[in-house]
């Protein structure tokens, strides 16, 4: 048994330690708060060492239980940790100020300590149960509605299925925590299955796993979900046959017969045929972005996602010039090169609101893993380039909070093999580049233009004027020429043309 093992054990003391203390700071605050009232002395100082030691324990165990592969990053483990690390100094705090014999600051800071326990223990409760685990047996049971008079009703995994698997499953099986290394938001991680194998037998349905633990007895250690959470109701479970019945898709629906009655996914009407509108391309900012020599393109005819390019102007980009240019199109970018700009850390939290963005490219840049971590849970991130890069060891929480990532080039970066070892073992669905195959590589000259002279005034151009068009790269002799190109760029080809 080593070192590491020995520090995991100790941290599964965590669920086990958190509640002494917190039985002690709020009985302690009671009684402070009716000493105060009744001019008393403050309590024996063996409660306050008790209750000191019981926070540093219970902080402590939750610092190596954090450090399980199992645990991602978000905002309610990142708060439950920082109000765990805060409470424990205040609580050396309290522990001095009684030690001192100054008691209304002894009892001033405990009382900010029960205040802080509060928020603290809901957020471990969020991650222990869910969050919506505080005010479900308020809400009403979910709707059943019946398909009347049709031989071949369907149903399907995204209106359907995930809704049931994220109310069920989610608290211990999603990006948050993974139980097992068993992760079940997404059908590719569902598909990859956790420690004990995969859970979907596609050759047999319905010995699946998944369908032969929804069937075990409830105090069977091995049924799911555990007899402690919130069960399927026979319906549900039913809807989990027909769907293991039909294979398991998840793209295509599943026949669910006439005489089903199927539930109502929540919040969403799976009766409407009508398609999701893509916001309408904000031209003006489009050709803001091109004035400043950035490369816009729609992806096809048929998208309004665009493909934006800061290759050209990289010199000169910051995050300032970055975010203002960029913030208009958020809702459209899919795929977005800022590589060799002056980027930092800066920029990140305005990433996070791209919702459509599938590939990212960050080569060269300042980026850190504090600033990459503000993009965790990217729902459609397929790939990120981060050669060149301020990155370490220490993104592997981060990459785990991906749903799709399937490809990263970390090379040149501040990781180190062992660090890539881990990383290609804790996600084995994802393709990590360390230089193996030196590719794509930041090349000494972004662009080679077509051109020699300047198709505005006819002077030799500049190489770092240049834009792409119609996947062309055209270059200019001074930054004010390509605003002009933009105001006729057919006139300018025919001059190019002619050249």
């Known amino acids: 048994m080593n070192t590491t093992e020995i520090l995991a054990v100790l941290g599964r003391f965590h669920p086990l330690l958190v509640h002494l203390?917190?039985?002690?700071?709020?009985?302690?605050?009671?009684?402070?708060?009716?000493?105060?009232i009744r001019r008393q002395q403050p309590a024996p100082r063996l409660w306050v060492s008790l209750g000191t030691l019981s926070i540093l324990l219970a902080?402590?165990?939750?610092?190596?239980?954090?450090?399980?592969?199992?645990?991602?990053?978000?905002?309610?483990?990142?708060?439950?940790?920082?109000?765990?690390?805060?409470?424990?100094?205040?609580?050396?705090?309290?522990?001095?100020?009684?030690?001192?014999?100054?008691?209304?600051?002894?009892?001033?800071?405990?009382?900010?300590?029960?205040?802080a326990i509060l928020p603290a223990g809901h957020f471990g409760g969020i991650m222990t149960h869910g969050e919506d685990f505080l005010w479900e047996p308020l809400e009403s049971a979910l709707p059943e509605v019946s398909f009347?008079?049709?031989?071949?009703?369907?149903?399907?995994?995204?209106?359907?299925?995930?809704?049931l698997i994220e109310a069920r499953?989610?608290?211990?099986?999603?990006?948050?925590?993974?139980?097992?290394?068993?992760?079940?938001?997404?059908?590719?991680?569902?598909?990859?299955?956790?420690?004990?194998?995969?859970i979907l037998e596609i050759s047999d349905p319905l010995k699946s796993e998944v369908i032969v633990r929804l069937h075990l007895p409830l105090d069977d250690e091995d049924h799911m979900p555990p007899e402690k959470k919130r069960q399927l109701t026979e319906t549900q479970t039913?809807?989990?046959?027909?769907?293991?019945?039909?294979?398991?898709?998840?793209?295509?629906?599943?026949?669910?017969?006439?005489?089903?009655?199927?539930?109502?996914?929540?919040?969403?009407?799976?009766?409407?045929?009508?398609?999701?509108?893509?916001?309408?391309?904000?031209?003006?900012?489009?050709?803001?972005?091109?004035?400043?020599?950035?490369?816009?393109?729609?992806?096809?005819?048929?998208?309004?996602?665009?493909?934006?390019?800061?290759?050209?102007?990289?010199?000169?980009?910051?995050?300032?010039?970055?975010?203002?240019?960029?913030?208009?199109?958020?809702?459209?970018?899919?795929?977005?090169?800022?590589?060799?700009?002056?980027?930092?850390?800066?920029?990140?939290?305005?990433?996070?609101?791209?919702?459509e963005l599938q590939k990212l490219d960050l080569r060269g840049t300042g980026i850190t893993d504090k600033g990459l971590k503000e993009l965790s849970g990217s729902e459609k991130l397929t790939s990120i380039n981060l050669?060149?890069?301020?990155?370490?060891?220490?993104?592997?929480?981060?990459?785990?909070?991906?749903?799709?990532?399937?490809?990263?080039?970390?090379?040149?970066?501040?990781?180190?093999?062992e660090g890539i070892l881990q990383i290609r073992t804790s996600l084995p669905r994802l393709k990590v580049d360390f230089g193996e195959s030196k590719s794509p590589s930041i090349p000494t000259s972004p662009f080679e233009p077509m051109n020699s002279f300047c198709p505005i005034t006819g002077e030799p151009i500049d190489p770092q004027y240049s834009i792409v068009f119609e996947e062309k790269v055209i270059g200019f002799c001074c930054p004010n020429c390509p605003k002009q190109f933009w105001e006729n760029p057919e006139g300018c080809l025919e001059v190019l043309e002619n050249q």
């Open 21 to 36: 203390p917190i039985g002690i700071v709020l009985g302690l605050t009671v009684v402070e708060i009716l000493g105060a």
């Open 59 to 115: 902080t402590t165990s939750g610092w190596f239980l954090h450090q399980e592969p199992s645990y991602g990053e978000d905002w309610v483990l990142e708060w439950h940790e920082r109000l765990g690390i805060a409470i424990a100094a205040g609580s050396i705090l309290c522990f001095w100020f009684h030690v001192r014999n100054q008691v209304q600051r002894y009892r001033r800071t405990l009382y900010l300590l029960a205040l």
């Open 148 to 163: 009347e008079e049709s031989p071949t009703a369907t149903a399907s995994y995204t209106d359907h299925i995930r809704p």
């Open 169 to 198: 499953c989610g608290s211990c099986h999603g990006a948050r925590k993974q139980k097992g290394e068993l992760r079940l938001d997404t059908p590719e991680w569902i598909l990859q299955g956790g420690e004990s194998g995969p």
């Open 238 to 355: 039913k809807l989990f046959e027909l769907w293991a019945h039909s294979g398991f898709p998840f793209e295509d629906n599943f026949e669910i017969g006439q005489d089903f009655t199927l539930p109502e996914a929540p919040e969403k009407d799976f009766t409407s045929s009508e398609p999701e509108q893509s916001p309408a391309l904000p031209e003006d900012a489009i050709q803001t972005l091109r004035e400043h020599l950035v490369h816009v393109q729609k992806l096809s005819k048929s998208s309004e996602g665009l493909w934006v390019d800061f290759a050209a102007p990289a010199e000169t980009v910051n995050d300032n010039l970055a975010i203002k240019l960029l913030s208009p199109v958020l809702p459209s970018v899919v795929e977005l090169s800022l590589a060799r700009t002056s980027i930092s850390d800066k920029i990140v939290p305005l990433l996070a609101q791209m919702p």
């Open 387 to 417: 050669v060149g890069s301020e990155i370490t060891d220490a993104i592997l929480p981060t990459l785990r909070s991906f749903p799709s990532l399937n490809q990263v080039w970390l090379w040149d970066t501040q990781c180190t093999p």
